[in-house]
């Protein structure tokens, strides 16, 4: 039997085959079926009851720079929060940020001005607030949901928000986000610091270009596993400059597997699995993905 399919919902903000590639900073993967991109808090509830009513898959994107989307893209409903930008100042270092406001946005109008305490842990991070949450995005410095008071989602049973502790984060994740929920954002709080966090942000952000590889990728493909890097373990391997198509794992960082010359879903899959391979081979350590593929199984 053919999986369902949905229909088109009859909203302007909905779009139907909506080119997914250029909403991702790999810029691989074939359309969605379905598009929704609410902009106001009556748009979401519309367009989320709809996606939840609907009889196939569902996915939520931010800024699409973790996550790899098979070429044939995704036959079923893609929820974007880009329009969802409201930023409301509470006070006492208090901000209510929605969750398609860009990270960086985040750094640059409101931890700099405020000399806020943790731009270490999310200076240079592409993406999204929601997928920041979601991912619990962050660097050796700390993460996200450190900052995070409370997280406002939206789920069948409508909108809730629930207070964040840190027993409900980890290391690249979470447990507060519930199958098809979608973050809407969160209240974040800040603390002053007594160190220069512009001094802190410049120096982030020039190891960021003297380390990381420029170009089409998804930052890092694997988690480090407890006391390792995925990349130093790739790199003892030999398989730095190791190439699938238009697909290279990076000579710069063996973390990073680049989309340098028009690469497919295929391409970076097969170095996915090459790295997961030898990695296993020579260490037994199962290395785990950080990017989410969407459409294919590794
Ligand atoms: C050059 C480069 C450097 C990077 N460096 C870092 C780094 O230092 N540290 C780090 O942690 N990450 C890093 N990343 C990875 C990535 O930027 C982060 O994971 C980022 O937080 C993802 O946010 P996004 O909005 O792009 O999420 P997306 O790629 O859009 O989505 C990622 C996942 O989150 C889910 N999601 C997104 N938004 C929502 C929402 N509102 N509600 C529910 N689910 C949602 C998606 O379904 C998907 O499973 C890097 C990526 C690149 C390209």
């Known amino acids: 039997m053919e999986p369902a399919t949905p229909e088109m919902p009859p909203f302007e903000f909905a779009k139907r085959d909506y ?23 009556s748009e979401v509830e519309q367009a989320y009851r709809w996606m939840i009513a609907q009889p196939g898959p569902k996915l939520v994107l931010g800024g699409g720079s973790n996550v790899l989307i098979a070429d044939g ?3 079923g409903v ?6 969802l930008t409201g930023l409301e100042p509470l006070g006492g270092g208090r901000y209510r940020i929605g969750s398609g406001i860009s990270l960086g946005r985040v750094v640059r109008d409101i931890m700099l001005p405020g000399n806020y305490a943790g731009v270490g842990a999310l200076t240079g991070i592409p993406g999204s607030v929601g997928g920041a949450i979601y991912m619990n995005a962050g660097t050796v410095n700390g993460s996200t949901c450190e900052f ?13 928000s629930e207070a964040v502790t840190p027993e409900l984060y980890s290391y690249r994740g979470q447990s507060f986000c ?3 929920e979608v973050i809407l954002g969160g209240t974040f709080r800040f603390t002053p610091s007594g160190e220069d966090q512009r001094a802190v942000y410049d120096h ?12 089409l990728c998804c930052g890092s493909v694997f988690k480090n596993p407890p006391n390792d890097h995925a990349g130093r373990l790739i790199e003892a391997c030999g398989l730095k400059g190791l190439r699938r198509g238009g697909a290279v794992i990076s000579p710069m960082h063996a973390n990073f597997i680049m989309n340098e010359d028009n690469a497919t879903f295929a391409d970076v899959l097969g ?6 391979d030898a990695v296993r081979g020579r260490f037994g350590i199962t290395l785990e993905t950080e990017v989410r593929i969407i459409g294919g199984e590794v």
């Open 19 to 41: 080119p997914l590639a250029p909403a991702t900073l790999y810029n691989i993967g074939g359309p969605a079926r379905v598009a929704l991109l609410p902009r106001t808090a």
């Open 73 to 75: 893209g995704f036959d």
């Open 78 to 83: 893609v929820f974007f929060t880009t329009h």
């Open 148 to 160: 995070l008071e409370s997280v406002d989602l939206m789920g069948p049973g409508g909108l809730r």
């Open 178 to 180: 519930g199958l098809y």
């Open 204 to 215: 982030y952000m020039r190891r960021r270009r003297e380390k990381q590889p420029q170009g």
């Open 271 to 276: 170095l996915i699995q090459a790295a997961r």
